[in-house]
């Protein structure tokens, strides 16, 4: 998920990037009837509502956003249902335990995924006021460190855990603080250990491409700065979260920001560091209809099952799986996707389409929950509606706990 508020987004660098033109906003897909717009009708009431919601929810401090998720799924907005809604409604948190359909948790893991807003130097010699060179992640990395204390003070007795993602944007920095920053912030030791320093509370490391990074840049200098993060997420068993959804924040234009996000410019990563763990956000789901072109094979497929039986279309669900076969260390998460219930439908066909046992358990195995909030807001009115979608898939309570504790704990390499 996202814990961000308002001062975080670098929003001089996403609105220049729209300087490409109408023809390249068109083209990125971000009005597509499946993103934002999906299930408005052309509502603008409904759409309305939908971005105040999402605003109202990063316009608060993170902590208070923390102890609002929980409070949330104990069903304290309850109110805020149908009555028909509110007869059938159960709290998924009470008595300090979480409960998901038959199994209890002691305990509520979140990934915040800090995103490195820092501008790289973009030519900004047109504007009339002067714009200066920001290093964004290290306000947001402190006002984070300063959210999960918080977030005690709101709900003392929470159960909520934090495993947080550092956010790097490499283009942005030099090599010197690239170190510096992952020898400051990065909890290696792969323990729940409150002995350690205060500011080592990162598992891990989240890249976000549309924002400039390229996962094999051909400049020297750029692929020192990636390799020196493989070499070191490799060496201490680190994980990387990379974005994989055609949508989202973007600094440059539409088509580099697809070409760096496609999960095959990750391949030449992984032929050098087959042993890196990564894990594909959205799994690789594609909303545009010009990034969104499947493969013949992809639309024969489609095409042989039937209408309520349809499988992903997203070439780039197609890359990952691959990637999956080919990299042991390799995953993909729900989050965002997992936003409507055709999503968890589509996968589940797509896995028992699976003649070979071994790779549909691989995929079981390295496949994650995640929500994405407080963005996929865009697309559900609450936190606690995004699991009952989840609850109301047609896993088993068996694949359930593998996506959203199993899975989890073995992509931190987490020792509990």
Not at 49 to 64: D, S
Request: hydrophobic content about 35%; proline content about 5%.
């Amino acid at each position: 998920m996202h814990a961000m508020n308002l001062d975080h987004p670098d929003f001089v660098s996403t609105i220049s990037s729209l300087n490409s033109g109408i023809a390249d906003l068109l083209t990125s897909g971000f009005f597509s009837t499946s993103y934002i717009l999906e299930g408005t009708k052309a509502n603008t009431t409904v759409l309305n509502n939908k971005l105040i919601n999402l605003l109202l929810a990063f316009e608060k401090p993170i902590g208070e956003t923390f102890a609002m998720m929980e409070d949330d799924l104990k069903g304290l907005f309850k109110n805020k249902l149908s009555e028909k809604e509110q007869e059938n409604f159960v709290p998924y948190i009470y008595n300090s335990k979480l409960k998901f359909r038959n199994t209890e948790y002691d305990k509520f893991a979140l990934i915040p995924l800090l995103m490195d807003f820092s501008n790289n130097n973009k030519d900004f010699s047109s504007i009339y006021y002067p714009i200066s060179r920001e290093i964004k992640i290290l306000k947001y990395v402190e006002d984070s460190l300063q959210a999960f204390k918080d977030y005690k003070k709101y709900n003392k007795d929470g159960i909520l855990e934090f495993f947080p993602f550092l956010g790097i944007n490499t283009p942005a920095h030099s090599l010197e603080f690239i170190k510096d920053l992952t020898s400051t912030y990065i909890n290696k030791s792969h323990t729940i250990n409150k002995r350690v320093s205060s500011k080592k509370k990162f598992y891990g490391i989240k890249f976000y491409p549309p924002l400039g990074l390229n996962p094999w840049p051909t400049d020297k200098k750029e692929l020192d700065k990636m390799l020196y993060i493989y070499q070191f997420c490799c060496e201490n068993d680190l994980p990387i979260i990379t974005h994989c959804d055609d949508q989202g924040f973007r600094t440059i234009p539409t088509k580099e920001a697809w070409a760096y996000t496609n999960p095959k410019s990750w391949d030449v990563v992984l032929q050098e560091f087959p042993n890196l763990k990564i894990d594909f956000a959205h799994s690789g789901k594609q909303y545009s209809s010009i990034s969104n072109i499947p493969t013949a094979s992809i639309i024969a497929q489609n095409l042989i099952k039937p209408k309520s039986e349809r499988l992903p279309t997203s070439p780039w669900f197609y890359n990952i799986i691959d990637l999956m076969k080919k990299y042991k260390n390799v995953y993909l998460d729900f989050s965002f996707s997992g936003s409507t219930p055709q999503f968890y439908c589509e996968f589940i066909n797509f896995l028992n389409l699976q003649e070979n046992k071994d790779i549909r358990d691989h995929i079981i195995t390295h496949s994650l929950f995640g929500s994405d909030f407080s963005v996929n807001l865009f697309k559900v009115k609450s936190y606690s509606q995004y699991f009952n979608i989840f609850e109301n898939s047609s896993f088993s309570d068996e694949e359930i706990n593998l996506f959203a504790s199993k899975n989890p704990i073995d992509f931190l390499n987490l020792k509990i």
